[in-house]
């Protein structure tokens, strides 16, 4: 425990512990005014929308808010000093070794992708797909107020995204994960000896298949070769076969099959993310052992 | 003698109109302040409400102002060199009178907008304020949020300490598996990729955080990044107010 505190209060994981309170707060206030607004049929804006001169009004609230943020910054500046560690040196590598906290979740996604998906393809996926949350949301509801009921799919995939894959994954990279980029449950010593039990396995090897990935020669094994392309490019299918089911829907002839087509891949990505945590991490809670790669080609893994 | 002040040419071409509480006044105070005319006269009520936008946006801007402030008075100590980077922090901490005060809120405040730049987007989806017509405008936060933590990112290795140069590592590895660019990227190889030829070299300045790394993240930091935060930050505040001001619901009653 001693040595949890003492991670939990390292001054540059201070930003970590205000990030669990505001994310918590924020999540129940938007909550909580959705639901009302939801219950009472209009939104609680809708009451103030007469108009106030920005002086004295507005430009008090940004002042009283100015003071308070800077009370707060000077009195936490003045308690707690930034960290200066030992001189830069190339040859003593800390373990672990660990970048700053807000990328800390795509360190954590290391543990489950290869560096070019966790730290290249995701990143850039996460930028273009904020960029493109505006032009595929062609729901017109829910635009200046809390809700949601009006927008029950975005409100969850996004809180989904930034509460779960974001916040959650730093907190655990942050707090939980020990030299080696171990699991310590907090309280637990961070032994840096600490050796995984359980060896990683692929898909295809998984009982009740059983296709080892490499034939004895060392090459590459043309049944899981195919068994894990048939698993990715399948699971990606489920997009347009959607889309031949539903497309003479008259939401789906609205979002065309441009925006369709974003939104399904994105989502897609989303999930299959999830599902190749919960590959790794059901099996490790039940004493199996996990499963690494689902797709393994000569040129890159999944 | 202040009454006397008031009347002189100086002070009427400073302050233009006088202060008596009346509509007229009010409205001049805005538009007669080329800081506070970023504002508009008037707003709906709603958006002077905390509850609404959480403040977010405003705070993340005010922390970018401390930043620069204080970034500005460490640039006078500070030397990016790995000779005397991490000498220069040193004399900062112990011997710069308010030195690792100022440090302290440059690091912190940095720390903090990284969180409020997150908050005010969260906020900023949960009102569906990104939808028409500000679209744009959420097209111009995402790149201010990656602008931010890139900021953060650069910013964190000048110290040049163990913390700083083993962070940076771990966080510019990923550029090794860029696919195609990267050495280790899928495709990466196949195109001729080496540790001295591909994306992360021209990051580095080298096939490891070294020296030139320190110069480029520097220059970077204090510079190119800031600069173009600032202008972004210039189109985002003016989209604001072009988009309509802050968003709220439709009501029958808007003007
Ligand atoms: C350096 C970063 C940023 C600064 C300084 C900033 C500042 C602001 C400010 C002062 C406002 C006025 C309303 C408010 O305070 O909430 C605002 C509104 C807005 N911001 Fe940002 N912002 C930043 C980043 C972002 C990001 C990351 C996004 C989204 C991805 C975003 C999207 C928007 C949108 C759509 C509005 C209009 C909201 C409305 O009308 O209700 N901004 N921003």
Not at chain 1, 7 to 26: E, H, Q, R
Not at chain 1, 194 to 213: H, Q
Not at chain 1, 246 to 266: A, H, P, Q
Not at chain 2, 91 to 111: K, T
Request: glycine share 8%; proline share 7%.
């Amino acid at each position: 425990m001693q040595q949890f505190l003492e991670i939990l209060t390292k001054p540059d994981n201070i930003p970590i512990v205000f990030l669990l309170f505001s994310v918590i707060f924020f999540s129940w206030f938007a909550w909580t005014k959705a639901k009302k607004n939801d219950a009472q049929g209009f939104p609680v804006e809708a009451t103030m929308d007469d108009k106030v001169q920005v002086w004295p009004y507005l430009v008090r609230v940004e002042f009283l808010a100015t003071i308070a943020v800077m009370a707060v910054l000077v009195i936490w500046s003045i308690t707690l000093d930034a960290p200066l560690e030992e001189p830069a040196n190339r040859s003593l590598t800390p373990n672990p070794s660990k970048a700053p906290w807000y990328f800390l979740g795509l360190q954590e996604l290391l543990v489950y992708f290869d560096p070019w998906i966790a730290g290249v393809v995701l990143p850039t996926l996460i930028i273009v797909g904020l960029m493109a949350i505006p032009y595929i949301d062609i729901n017109p509801k829910g635009n200046g107020y809390y809700t949601y009921k009006e927008r029950k799919f975005a409100v969850l995939v996004f809180s989904f995204g930034f509460l779960i894959l974001w916040c959650l994954l730093i907190f655990i990279g942050t707090f939980l994960r020990g030299p080696g980029w171990n699991f310590f449950m907090p309280g637990e010593k961070w032994d840096p000896h600490y050796v995984a039990v359980l060896t990683n396995i692929d898909l295809s090897e998984m009982w009740p298949l059983n296709i080892a990935t490499r034939l004895p020669d060392g090459s590459l094994n043309p049944a899981s070769f195919i068994f894990g392309a048939v698993c990715v490019l399948g699971f990606y299918s489920l997009g347009p076969l959607y889309w031949l089911k539903y497309r003479n829907s008259d939401f789906m002839k609205k979002l065309g099959l441009i925006r369709y087509g974003t939104v399904s891949f994105l989502f897609l990505t989303m999930v299959g993310l999830l599902v190749k945590i919960l590959l790794r991490l059901i099996p490790t809670f039940l004493g199996l052992n996990p499963v690494k790669y689902v797709w393994v080609t000569p040129w890159f893994n999944v | 003698m202040l009454e006397a002040f008031k009347k002189t040419e100086v002070y009427k071409s400073i302050f233009r109109h006088s202060y008596q509480d009346t509509q007229r006044n009010r409205a001049l105070q805005i538009v007669d302040n080329v800081f506070l005319h970023l504002h508009p006269v008037r707003v709906p009520r709603h958006a002077t409400n905390i509850g609404y936008t959480w403040g977010m946006g405003g705070i993340t801007f005010l922390l970018f102002l401390v930043l620069t402030i204080t970034g500005i008075i460490l640039m006078f100590y500070y030397r990016p060199t790995a000779q005397y980077a991490y000498e220069d922090m040193k004399y900062l901490m112990n011997d710069v009178p308010f030195g690792p005060l100022i440090r302290n809120m440059h690091r912190w405040a940095a720390h903090a907008m990284v969180l409020t730049v997150m908050l005010h987007m969260f906020r900023v989806f949960l009102t569906g304020s990104y939808k028409p017509p500000r679209q744009f405008n959420w097209v111009v936060g995402v790149l201010l949020l990656v602008l931010t933590l890139l900021l953060s990112f650069s910013g964190y290795l000048l110290p040049w300490d163990q913390l700083a140069i083993w962070a940076v590592t771990v966080g510019t590895n990923m550029a090794r598996a860029t696919p195609l660019l990267g050495h280790e990227g899928p495709f990466g190889p196949e195109l001729g990729m080496q540790p001295d030829n591909d994306v992360r070299f021209v990051l580095l300045g080298g096939t490891e955080v070294g020296p030139p790394t320190l110069l480029r993240f520097y220059v970077g930091h204090c510079i190119f990044l800031p600069i173009i935060a600032a202008i972004f930050m210039a189109v985002h505040f003016w989209r604001v107010r072009k988009d309509g001001g802050i968003s709220g619901p439709e009501t029958p009653k808007k003007a």
